[in-house]
């Protein structure tokens, strides 16, 4: 059993789990900046599809770099995803299968973050914008887990009790500027990036649009006053996310550091808002469809990765780690107390070959779960369905269940699943929207007041 309290054997093992990461090369290392959007569908972005609101700086991204069609998160919801990103490993792993609503359900402190790794190889390290991995004591905010500078959300805006903000060790009650957030994050992202242009650095800009509220500044409200009210609020607050993406990517230039920075773009999960753009792809988020986990994914590094590339090969943000770590030229030795789950994606960025090794994705929501090999999915996604199969590369909608017909296949992916499913911790709480009828009631709501539960 999981334990969450800060204490000496905790520190000694994060301690540890550092060693594993030693430097490997002299040669510079680069900058390296995520921008994580919150709950945007995965056909949102123009260079997806997207139709509702122009993303003419995301588009550009994907097109000085690569675009992936098969992108994942491994959480359906916001908090499982971001754990996955900092980790580099399944949130299962800890049981952290929900969003954290009280102590005793933050990341664990045993858990080295992307940050601290980056830090001890020396890295400067920054993050602006959501946390969303615990707050009720210091030793749970982003400066305690191997961030310089933070600022920003502690979780989702104006949900629950108690500070909504961080700055350094401290939270706050209020942001100014919030809850329009965007351009607030895109000034503390420029200014970090300015400060800290003489070493490396990681920034990690984790938006909190285009989760709701849907709120934006009056330009971009105005931009869209040709839509319905609601659709208005949300291309608004996806636009002016857009922006400032583009903000920071103009401050890059002007450092010129474009061709020093590797660059990745992903969404901490599916859309949430009913008319969020999915491409036809089935559920959204809270469900371990392909609506709830497949995003927008993309990744850029000018002069090292060609531009201008499609990739339909399966990806997954616990990739992300793994491969900064590469790019770094740092080594990452086997660790049994704490092996990472991504893979190093360098070879298929640099365009060094066009596939990955084989191998499985896995997904869990309590009593959710989805497994995807190759193009074949096993996907459970409600406490009384029959666990479905599916043939992505046929049927991307998930409409049709080859389970008569495949069942070695049905057999082979649910029995993977278990095996996997029992190296994995059990979930330290419940969330009441796994079973799949919450899910649908929350849909409800939302259509009803344009507000999403979290």
């Not at 260079?47 to 690569?66: E, F, I, N, R, W």
């Not at 329009?180 to 003489?198: L, N, Q, W």
């Not at 996310?241 to 103009?250: N, R, S, T, Y």
């Not at 060609?306 to 790019?327: F, K, N």
């Amino acid at each position: 059993m999981f334990v969450t309290r800060h204490d000496f054997c905790f520190v000694i093992l994060a301690a540890f789990s550092l060693l594993y990461v030693q430097p490997s090369s002299a040669s510079p290392k680069p900058n390296l900046l995520i921008f994580f959007v919150d709950d945007m569908g995965w056909a949102q972005p123009s260079c997806y599809g997207g139709k509702m609101a122009p993303t003419p700086h995301m588009d550009a991204l994907a097109q000085s770099g690569v675009r992936f069609t098969d992108g994942y998160s491994s959480g359906c919801i916001c908090s499982p995803g971001r754990v996955g990103l900092m980790t580099g490993r399944y949130q299962a792993r800890t049981g952290h299968d929900a969003n954290p609503t009280r102590p005793g359900s933050e990341l664990l402190l045993s858990e080295t973050t992307m940050a601290q790794r980056l830090k001890a190889v020396g890295y400067t390290t920054g993050i602006v914008g959501k946390w969303h991995l615990g707050d009720t004591k210091p030793e749970f905010l982003p400066l305690a887990r191997g961030f310089d500078y933070a600022i920003g959300s502690t979780g989702n805006l104006g949900e629950g009790k108690g500070p909504h903000f961080y700055r350094g060790a401290e939270t706050m009650d209020e942001l100014a500027g919030a809850p329009i957030t965007s351009p607030v994050y895109a000034r503390e992202a420029t200014g970090f990036m300015e400060r800290s242009k003489d070493q490396p650095w990681f920034l990690y800009l984790a938006f909190n649009a285009v989760h709701a509220p849907h709120v934006a500044s009056q330009k971009w409200l105005e931009k869209f006053k040709n839509l319905p009210k609601r659709d208005q609020q949300y291309a608004a607050l996806v636009a002016e996310a857009d922006e400032a993406i583009g903000d920071v990517m103009a401050k890059l230039r002007e450092l010129k550091q474009e061709e020093d920075t590797l660059i990745f773009l992903i969404s901490d999960n599916g859309g949430a808002y009913v008319n969020a753009e999915m491409g036809g792809l089935r559920g959204h988020k809270w469900f371990c469809w392909e609506g709830g986990i497949r995003v927008s994914w993309m990744a850029a590094w000018k002069g090292h990765i060609p531009g201008g590339r499609v990739s339909h090969e399966p990806v997954i943000q616990l990739d992300v780690l793994p491969t900064a770590l590469a790019a770094s030229g740092t080594e990452i030795k086997a660790n049994p107390a704490q092996p990472l789950d991504g893979v190093n994606l360098l070879p298929l960025l640099e365009g060094k070959t066009e596939k990955l090794a084989p191998r499985q994705l896995y997904f869990r929501f309590g009593v959710q779960h989805a497994v995807r090999e190759g193009d074949w999915k096993l996907v459970k996604a409600s406490k009384d369905m029959e666990s479905m199969l599916v043939n992505l590369a046929t049927d991307p909608g998930e409409q049709k269940d080859l389970s008569a017909t495949e069942p070695e296949k049905k057999k082979h992916l649910q029995d993977l699943f278990d095996k996997w499913d029992a190296q994995m911790q059990p979930p330290r709480w419940i969330d009441r929207r796994w079973d799949g009828d919450e899910n649908r009631k929350a849909g409800k709501k939302e259509r009803k007041t344009g507000k999403t539960e979290e």
